[in-house]
């Protein structure tokens, strides 16, 4: 509230807040004027009669008159006061009204203290002092309500007795001046005092009210609130609820018109405005927003308040301002409509018919009405979406795997999907009325009953998983079924969903199948490395044993015998990687003919005798360079796959051949990344039950089977098609359902052999020329057993147990050291970090790697370099030494 008299600028003097404060101080100031008359008479008649026999009766009749005259102005300034009731604009007239009366009732008193003011007589003083200082102190209660009036009167009262004092010169004149002085001063103070709380009670009495005022306004607001919600709850047309929300803030401000514009796609469409002109509405129906489409456009197309003071002056309205100004329409302030997920749904506006800008109550109702219209704008927009996706929904949900019913508190089916419905041989529709009893055997459908009521008993969802019959097919199912409930939260049925988990079983199956063969795998690449080494030592040590028994052939025969048994647990060692899938892929040479034979041979014995196992090979000298172990593993699966899909065919037969193919334009557009311009094909026919096509181009997948759970891992044909990628080779297959299938596999056929290949059917051990030969293995029964087989074939042989070791002793050796042999797996530092180390001291340095197992599974750089297997046999690396050494 004002908290001052004086007035510092005329825009603040006639403001509505000054002006109330100021009249219910003026009104203060008239209160009490009967009794302040009233008071002034007794007061005047008592000093008239205390000095009527020491002052001249007509000196004191005239001032008796003056204060008669100065009562009765005050009076009738009075009742005419009242009976006016003057309102805001007429305080300050009245204000200054009292500050003249106030000025005459102190000059009244004032002139006492000089005209009945008698000279010698000081009890007479006295008593005009006393009465003087009576009238200064009523003046506190009846002038402090503004400080003009009461800091007027009381220098007027109290200043001509005080001079008189003084003039006196006397010590108890002087003495009483001063006192005089001292009073004067406590009457200003009490009189501010008074000015203050006055003010103070008036601005917390009109706080109160403000408060009280904003209170029930408040309070018809919310009522008008409700009643809205109630609309909306009834479901009322969006254009009655809108309607609604613009009367009820124009209720709020007197002369205020609001309207509500919806977006749609990029055009306002009129929601609701009962106040605006119908014409205007009409005309900005269907505008497009944009910058400056007026203040509702902009505010949609920013999602920003826009507040426009003057419409025929602001650049937002340039392009509309001739739609407005004609209705009377000078001012708009928008908020935007946004949604709960921060989407502009329009604008509601404010419109007057004066140019303005909103008041912090103005801006609250506006954003106020922008949230509540925003729950209706957002509802309506809902529906529509909803209506509009209605049936995509319910596509959506027909479409889907799963299969979805509804049944009531009996377990009366009342819905389903249609998959559920085809399940069951019926309609959607036929389900209804229905129960579990009409589908499935007794004992199942009771105990679906039963699930039912325990899941509308305990509210909780319960997860079954079993085995049923689905057209004629055995399917493992994952039923869910849970409480459906009403509006009010009451169980009303059992909603399931169950999924069929077939297929997802299978895989988890194939899963576990892959676990076990990762931990056969494991625990044979575990043991490899220092099972072979083993066998290294031992077949070293056999060739020096029938070295030294040459003379004694029955000895040299059992020597034979054990290290033919060692060799085949080196095979059989192998054999374990290649199964576990972690044998290192190695490749050579390999002539096609006699090993596709071979396998053909070793797969007879898996094959029932009723199944006819024919061969068409070409023995033309076919060579690839590839692994031979992987190749085993690629024909051995294909020949499996065969066997087990002719298995309940009458005549089954299963044909492998082998032939040349020469590069063509349907191999080419079939295998652009196939190199090479001849290859080896490979084909395994079978006249089994065939695939289907759906089938087809997921048959190479990891973990993809159409065999039963138990019956195939799925990884047999993805082993297969990695293969012909690290053979540079690829495969085809050509089947229909009841045709069988023909499995080609394409191989590059190989040019020339490497110059360091050697053939495994020429057991001739080539001696060596005295060359010296760095060997390194970290185990130490491997070093000596083959540093004397080679020094026994003429070798000079330095030892290293690590690759550190190695390389400082090819560093003090390097002049006579001719070729190196190293373990792949080392403490300190492996074979190839050994290797690349040395070339870095000679780039010539000749290496030859040997190894048990890798189980780092790191590969040899080129195809240049050269690794040989533990156990080692001696032909084979005396060969590979001396084409090394020679080349």
Same mark, same amino acid.
């Given at each position: 509230?004002?908290?001052?008299?004086?007035? !510092?600028?005329?825009?603040?003097?006639?403001?509505?807040?000054?002006?109330?404060?100021?009249l219910?101080?003026?009104?203060?100031?008239?209160?009490?004027? @009967?009794?302040?008359?009233?008071?002034?008479?007794?007061?005047?008649?008592?000093?008239?009669?205390?000095?009527?026999h020491?002052?001249?009766?007509?000196?004191?009749?005239?001032?008796?008159?003056?204060?008669? @005259?100065?009562?009765?102005?005050?009076?009738?300034?009075?009742?005419?006061?009242?009976?006016?009731?003057?309102?805001?604009?007429?305080?300050?007239?009245?204000?200054?009204?009292?500050?003249?009366?106030s000025?005459?009732?102190?000059?009244?008193?004032?002139?006492?203290?000089?005209? &009945?003011?008698?000279?010698?007589?000081?009890?007479?003083?006295? !008593?005009?002092?006393?009465?003087?200082?009576?009238?200064?102190?009523?003046?506190?209660?009846?002038?402090s309500?503004?400080?003009?009036?009461?800091?007027?009167?009381?220098?007027?009262?109290?200043?001509?007795?005080?001079?008189?004092?003084?003039?006196?010169?006397?010590?108890?004149?002087? &003495?009483?001046?001063?006192?005089?002085? *001292?009073?004067?001063?406590?009457?200003?103070?009490?009189?501010e005092?008074?000015?203050?709380?006055?003010?103070?009670?008036?601005?917390?009495?009109?706080?109160?009210?403000?408060?009280e005022?904003?209170?029930?306004?408040?309070?018809?607001?919310?009522?008008?609130?409700?009643?809205?919600?109630?609309?909306?709850?009834?479901?009322?047309?969006?254009?009655?609820?809108?309607?609604?929300?613009?009367?009820?803030?124009?209720? $709020?401000?007197?002369?205020?018109?609001?309207?509500?514009?919806?977006?749609?796609g990029?055009?306002?469409?009129?929601?609701?405005?009962?106040?605006?002109?119908?014409?205007?509405?009409?005309?900005?129906?269907?505008?497009?927003?944009?910058?400056s489409?007026?203040?509702?456009?902009?505010?949609?197309?920013?999602?920003? $308040?826009?507040?426009?003071?003057?419409?025929a002056?602001?650049?937002?309205?340039?392009?509309?301002?001739?739609?407005?100004?004609?209705?009377?329409?000078?001012?708009?302030?928008?908020?935007?409509?946004?949604?709960?997920?921060?989407?502009?749904?329009?604008?509601?506006?404010?419109?007057?018919?004066?140019?303005?800008?909103?008041?912090?109550?103005?801006?609250?109702?506006?954003?106020?009405?922008?949230?509540?219209?925003?729950?209706?704008?957002?509802?309506?927009?809902?529906?529509?979406?909803?209506?509009?996706?209605?049936?995509?929904?319910?596509?959506?949900?027909?479409?889907?795997?799963?299969?979805?019913?509804?049944?009531?508190?009996?377990?009366?089916?009342?819905?389903?999907?249609?998959?559920?419905?085809?399940?069951?041989?019926?309609?959607?529709?036929?389900?209804?009325?229905?129960?579990?009893?009409?589908?499935?055997?007794?004992?199942?459908a009771?105990?679906?009953?039963?699930?039912?009521?325990?899941?509308?008993?305990?509210?909780?969802?319960?997860?079954?998983?079993?085995?049923i019959?689905?057209?004629?097919?055995?399917?493992?199912?994952?039923?869910?079924?849970?409480?459906?409930?009403?509006?009010?939260?009451?169980?009303?049925?059992?909603?399931?969903?169950?999924?069929?988990?077939?297929?997802?079983?299978?895989?988890?199956?194939?899963?576990?199948?892959a676990?076990?063969?990762?931990?056969?795998?494991?625990?044979?690449?575990g043991?490899?490395h220092?099972?072979?080494?083993?066998?290294?030592?031992?077949?070293?040590?056999?060739?020096? !044993?029938?070295?030294?028994?040459?003379?004694?052939?029955? *000895?040299?025969?059992?020597?034979?015998?054990?290290?033919?048994?060692?060799?085949?647990?080196?095979?059989?060692?192998?054999?374990?990687?290649?199964?576990?899938?972690?044998?290192?892929?190695?490749?050579?040479?390999?002539?096609?003919?006699?090993?596709?034979?071979?396998?053909?041979?070793?797969?007879?014995?898996?094959?029932?005798?009723?199944?006819?196992?024919?061969?068409?090979?070409?023995?033309?000298?076919?060579?690839?360079?590839?692994?031979?172990?992987?190749?085993?593993?690629?024909?051995?699966? @294909?020949?499996?796959? !065969?066997?087990?899909?002719?298995?309940?065919?009458?005549?089954?037969?299963?044909?492998?051949t082998?032939?040349?193919?020469?590069?063509?334009?349907?191999?080419?557009?079939?295998?652009?990344?196939?190199?090479?311009?001849?290859?080896?094909?490979i084909?395994?026919?079978?006249?089994?039950?065939?695939?289907?096509?759906?089938?087809?181009?997921?048959?190479?997948?990891?973990?993809?089977?159409?065999?039963?759970?138990?019956?195939?891992?799925? &990884?047999?044909?993805?082993?297969?098609?990695?293969?012909?990628?690290?053979?540079?080779?690829?495969?085809?297959?050509?089947?229909?359902?009841?045709?069988?299938?023909?499995f080609?596999?394409?191989?590059?056929?190989?040019?020339?052999?490497?110059?360091?290949?050697?053939?495994?059917?020429?057991?001739?051990?080539?001696?060596?020329?005295?060359?010296?030969?760095?060997?390194?293995d970290?185990e130490?029964m491997?070093?000596?057993?083959?540093?004397?087989?080679l020094?026994?074939?003429?070798?000079?042989?330095?030892?290293?147990?690590?690759?550190?070791?190695?390389?400082?002793?090819?560093?003090?050796?390097?002049e006579?050291?001719?070729?190196?042999?190293?373990?792949?797996?080392?403490?300190?530092?492996?074979?190839?970090?050994?290797?690349?180390?040395?070339?870095?001291?000679?780039?010539?340095?000749?290496?030859?790697?040997?190894?048990?197992?890798?189980?780092?599974?790191?590969?040899?750089?080129?195809?240049?370099?050269?690794?040989?297997?533990?156990?080692l046999?001696?032909?084979? @690396?005396?060969?590979?030494?001396?084409?090394?050494?020679?080349?």
């Amino acid at each position: 509230m004002v908290a001052a008299d004086n007035v !510092a600028t005329p825009s603040f003097a006639h403001s509505n807040e000054f002006l109330q404060v100021r009249l219910e101080q003026v009104r203060l100031l008239f209160e009490p004027t @009967l009794r302040a008359a009233f008071a002034s008479v007794a007061g005047g008649i008592m000093l008239a009669y205390l000095q009527w026999h020491v002052i001249d009766h007509a000196i004191i009749l005239c001032w008796l008159t003056f204060l008669a @005259l100065v009562i009765c102005g005050r009076t009738i300034s009075y009742i005419v006061f009242k009976r006016q009731n003057p309102d805001l604009n007429r305080a300050l007239q009245w204000e200054k009204a009292h500050v003249s009366i106030s000025v005459f009732g102190g000059m009244a008193w004032g002139s006492a203290g000089i005209f &009945l003011f008698p000279q010698g007589s000081f009890e007479h003083q006295a !008593a005009t002092v006393v009465m003087i200082a009576g009238i200064a102190a009523g003046s506190i209660t009846t002038f402090s309500a503004l400080r003009k009036p009461v800091f007027i009167f009381l220098p007027l009262v109290l200043a001509p007795v005080t001079l008189n004092l003084f003039f006196q010169q006397t010590d108890t004149s002087l &003495l009483v001046g001063i006192m005089f002085i *001292v009073y004067a001063s406590f009457l200003t103070s009490a009189a501010e005092q008074n000015y203050q709380s006055h003010l103070q009670n008036i601005s917390l009495r009109f706080k109160s009210e403000e408060r009280e005022h904003a209170i029930h306004k408040s309070e018809q607001t919310i009522l008008k609130i409700a009643d809205i919600l109630k609309m909306i709850a009834r479901g009322e047309t969006a254009s009655e609820i809108y309607n609604a929300i613009a009367l009820l803030y124009e209720s $709020r401000h007197p002369g205020m018109r609001c309207s509500m514009l919806k977006l749609e796609g990029t055009m306002l469409m009129h929601g609701g405005a009962p106040s605006l002109p119908k014409a205007y509405c009409e005309t900005i129906n269907g505008l497009e927003y944009g910058p400056s489409v007026g203040s509702c456009g902009t505010a949609t197309f920013t999602g920003k $308040r826009v507040l426009v003071e003057n419409i025929a002056t602001d650049k937002k309205w340039a392009q509309i301002k001739q739609l407005a100004l004609p209705h009377g329409l000078r001012c708009c302030w928008s908020e935007p409509i946004i949604s709960s997920t921060g989407k502009v749904l329009g604008a509601f506006g404010m419109y007057y018919n004066h140019p303005a800008l909103p008041n912090t109550e103005e801006l609250e109702d506006l954003e106020a009405a922008a949230r509540l219209a925003s729950i209706i704008m957002e509802r309506e927009q809902r529906e529509k979406e909803l209506r509009q996706s209605e049936y995509q929904y319910r596509t959506l949900v027909e479409n889907l795997p799963q299969r979805f019913f509804l049944k009531d508190r009996d377990s009366v089916f009342i819905s389903c999907s249609s998959n559920l419905a085809e399940d069951l041989g019926i309609t959607p529709e036929q389900i209804a009325g229905t129960t579990d009893f009409d589908y499935f055997p007794k004992e199942i459908a009771s105990k679906y009953q039963q699930d039912d009521q325990r899941i509308m008993t305990s509210r909780v969802a319960e997860e079954i998983e079993e085995q049923i019959r689905v057209n004629g097919e055995d399917r493992i199912i994952h039923t869910i079924k849970a409480p459906a409930l009403d509006e009010e939260g009451n169980v009303d049925g059992v909603l399931g969903i169950f999924n069929d988990i077939t297929d997802h079983k299978i895989l988890e199956e194939q899963f576990h199948q892959a676990q076990k063969m990762e931990a056969v795998g494991t625990l044979v690449g575990g043991i490899a490395h220092d099972f072979n080494n083993t066998l290294a030592a031992i077949t070293g040590n056999l060739y020096l !044993a029938k070295e030294d028994a040459a003379e004694l052939p029955a *000895v040299v025969s059992k020597l034979q015998t054990i290290e033919k048994l060692s060799f085949g647990a080196g095979d059989t060692i192998q054999k374990l990687l290649a199964f576990a899938r972690k044998s290192m892929i190695s490749m050579n040479p390999v002539p096609l003919s006699g090993f596709v034979k071979e396998v053909i041979q070793l797969q007879r014995v898996a094959i029932p005798e009723n199944i006819r196992l024919s061969q068409q090979i070409d023995n033309g000298g076919l060579q690839i360079l590839g692994d031979i172990n992987l190749l085993q593993q690629v024909l051995v699966n @294909l020949i499996n796959n !065969a066997r087990d899909a002719v298995i309940e065919t009458e005549k089954p037969e299963i044909k492998v051949t082998l032939h040349k193919v020469t590069r063509n334009k349907k191999l080419t557009e079939n295998h652009p990344n196939l190199e090479g311009d001849e290859f080896a094909c490979i084909s395994i026919t079978d006249n089994g039950e065939g695939i289907e096509e759906r089938h087809l181009q997921h048959i190479f997948e990891p973990f993809f089977t159409t065999k039963e759970v138990g019956k195939g891992s799925g &990884l047999g044909l993805s082993m297969v098609f990695g293969a012909m990628q690290s053979h540079n080779g690829a495969i085809e297959i050509e089947s229909s359902p009841g045709m069988g299938a023909n499995f080609s596999i394409y191989l590059p056929l190989l040019e020339s052999i490497p110059e360091h290949s050697i053939s495994n059917h020429n057991e001739e051990i080539i001696n060596g020329n005295g060359e010296t030969i760095l060997l390194v293995d970290d185990e130490k029964m491997v070093v000596d057993a083959c540093k004397k087989v080679l020094e026994k074939i003429n070798y000079q042989v330095v030892t290293a147990s690590d690759g550190m070791e190695a390389i400082e002793a090819y560093a003090r050796h390097k002049e006579k050291i001719d070729l190196i042999i190293l373990d792949i797996v080392m403490p300190e530092l492996g074979g190839f970090g050994a290797a690349k180390s040395i070339r870095e001291i000679n780039p010539d340095a000749k290496v030859i790697f040997a190894t048990g197992y890798d189980k780092t599974e790191q590969h040899i750089d080129g195809d240049s370099e050269i690794m040989l297997s533990k156990p080692l046999r001696i032909h084979e @690396l005396s060969q590979v030494i001396r084409n090394l050494l020679d080349s």
